[in-house]
């Protein structure tokens, strides 16, 4: 890999920084090609991607950045796995790590705060950003559709004992 080589995978991998909600390091030792491709398909299907780079380049692409404090994590054969939405690369990965015991979590980063392995499993269990957007939108309608009944209930009591008097009266 020549220098121009090296600082196109630098800058790829310093942008990969700054704009994921979540990167997580991890170490893939032991694992089968089809294992890795198993973990990108996954993590494409979340809407991340996972990168594996020289830990020297990552640890240069770092400088500066919020997550700059993960570079210690970098150590040994890593793999990278982010994604813009802050929870679904660790819920990937998460779900990865438990099917496939070669592969270890070792933390991450969140923006600019840096998580340990527990870290990681504790952003996994959060829910996602469509799963929040669904339970906002139905929060939002809920009291619509309350008012909606409420509206509709008085007309449907009254028509209701309109009938019963009317019916009184006919027998």
Do not use: W
């Not at 996954?42 to 770092?62: C, D, H, P």
């Not at 799963?131 to 309608?141: D, R, W």
């Amino acid at each position: 890999m020549d220098r121009a080589q090296k600082e196109k995978v630098v800058e790829e991998l310093g942008q990969i920084f700054e704009s994921s909600g979540v990167v997580v390091v991890s170490h893939y030792v032991g694992l089968t090609v089809a294992e890795m491709q198993t973990l990108r398909a996954l993590m494409r299907q979340a809407g991340g991607g996972v990168r594996v780079a020289k830990n020297r380049l990552a640890k240069i692409a770092l400088q500066g950045k919020p997550c700059e404090s993960i570079g210690n994590l970098l150590t040994g054969m890593t793999v990278l796995s982010y994604s813009e939405d802050p929870v679904a690369a660790a819920k990937v990965v998460e779900e990865f790590a438990k099917q496939n015991k070669k592969f270890e979590i070792l933390g991450g980063a969140m923006g600019g705060a840096a998580l340990d392995r527990a870290g990681v499993e504790a952003v996994s269990k959060l829910p996602s950003r469509e799963e929040l957007i669904s339970s906002i939108v139905a929060c939002i309608g809920a009291p619509a559709s309350n008012i909606a009944g409420a509206i509709g209930a008085p007309a449907s009591n009254i028509a209701s004992i309109l009938s019963t008097i009317e019916d009184k009266a006919a027998a």
